[in-house]
């Protein structure tokens, strides 16, 4: 094994030990007593099961985090990027045509491997704390659309990206970042009104008081709203939620129907304002440019790494090629991802502040925002008291008991 091999397996035993400590942390920061704020909404029993469903799901997440790892390092030490690749090469296709099946293939045999998991969390983990409402027809039909979705969107935009790798020279990355950038853009626009009513049916909110408190809400912010959707959330689990997707003319904001059915019309709007709040606040248009400029970043190291024969050699190629380079470069970038993402989380969590605040600013209820967060929680079972280091690695909100304290101290400030 080369530097660059021991540079990775470094990289990726440290991220899983840091994994490891995180939830040791979050496990023993479990705290049999009930803090004070959610007297009322749990019961002793109910935040009993809380705990446990964060045990059993934190449990769940290390037994699938090593089989992953364990599923990788062998299929690396066994040689089996080469095998696969000399396999796929031995079919006489061109460059773009012999990538397109090797990662197909490399995505198919992770996709059926992780099933049996998704099927353990899905029918035993979330159907044993109430949650799950997904049917085995819907779970097998997710699983379809979503590979037929993967070979439509996926396979012509990694097609692009080997082909310019391949024949457009030093400034590939820059003809794939474009490439790249204008996908993301096409499909977060046509999201809201081609994909998602492929898995989950988006029907207008129907006439009455909430929606007329939403209209008059966003009116007085001067959000121009078309409309607002009830997405059937409870087509797969009973938890709740509410999001923005979309931007221009396809935005759009969706309230789970199980949300609807058990909050009060001003905790509906608080929640709504809340998603307004990120639109408002450029939330939005900051995740967009981020994730562009990151996409360029990282299309200009692959770019210089993808030349390295030493990468290659790290796993046992006999031959190199762009399509296994860029997985042995999301590799060996698996610790600076991690880094990405934890400040990712960190800005995240600045920004639920920012969305609470104007909710409770131009709404004037900052008791009904604290209801409503309340209400998810115990809905959802959330855990009230994670460890700050699990919240510094996962969490893209900020812990409940936290939301609601700035709340309260806005709330304070206004009397
Ligand atoms: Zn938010």
Redo the contacts with the bound molecule.
């Keep these: 094994m080369n530097i660059y091999g021991l540079i990775i397996l470094a990289a990726l035993l440290a991220c899983y030990v840091l994994e490891l400590v995180a939830d040791r942390l979050n496990l023993r920061a479990l705290d049999p007593q009930l803090p004070a704020e959610f007297a009322g909404v749990y019961d002793s029993e109910k935040y009993a099961r809380s705990q446990e469903y964060t045990r059993t799901r934190t449990r769940f997440g290390l037994l699938t985090g090593t089989f992953d790892l364990f599923l990788l390092l062998l299929f690396w030490q066994l040689g089996g990027f080469n095998w696969l690749d000399q396999l796929v090469r031995g079919w006489g296709m061109g460059p773009v045509s012999t990538g397109l099946a090797f990662t197909g293939i490399l995505l198919l045999a992770k996709t059926v491997l992780s099933l049996p998991f998704g099927i353990y969390s899905t029918f035993v983990i979330e159907e044993r704390f109430g949650f799950n409402r997904t049917t085995p027809l819907t779970f097998i039909t997710d699983l379809l659309k979503g590979l037929i979705l993967a070979v439509v969107l996926g396979g012509p935009l990694l097609a692009a990206v080997f082909w310019f790798f391949d024949s457009a020279g030093a400034m590939a990355w820059l003809w794939c970042w474009a490439a790249v950038t204008l996908f993301t853009l096409v499909v977060q626009f046509i999201a809201p009104t081609w994909i998602m009513p492929l898995f989950n049916k988006f029907s207008p909110l129907e006439e009455g008081e909430l929606r007329e408190a939403i209209f008059a809400f966003a009116e007085k912010v001067e959000f121009s709203l078309q409309n607002v959707f009830v997405m059937d959330g409870s087509k797969r689990s009973s938890k709740s939620n509410a999001f923005f997707t979309g931007f221009g003319r396809n935005k759009r904001i969706a309230l789970f129907d199980t949300l609807i059915a058990k909050h009060t019309v001003p905790e509906l709007v608080g929640v709504l304002a809340?998603?307004i709040?990120?639109y408002k606040k450029k939330?939005i248009l900051q995740g967009m440019v981020i994730s562009i400029i990151h996409t360029g970043v990282m299309l200009y190291l692959l770019s210089i790494f993808i030349g390295h024969q030493g990468l290659f050699a790290a796993f046992y190629m006999e031959q190199s090629s762009v399509y296994v380079g860029i997985i042995f470069f999301g590799l060996l970038f698996t610790p600076i991802e991690m880094i990405l993402s934890l400040l990712m989380n960190l800005l995240?969590r600045h920004?639920?502040y920012e969305?609470?605040a104007f909710a409770a600013r131009h709404t004037g209820e900052p008791e009904s925002m604290i209801g409503a967060l309340k209400k998810l929680a115990a809905n959802n079972l959330a855990n009230l008291t994670p460890h700050p280091f699990y919240v510094l690695l996962h969490y893209s909100?900020p812990p409940l008991i936290r939301r609601i304290a700035a709340l309260r101290a806005l709330a304070g400030g206004q009397k």
Excluded: I, L, T, W
Aim: charged share 25%; no cysteine; net charge negative.
């Design positions: 809340h998603e709040g990120h939330h995240s920004n639920e969305a609470d909100h």
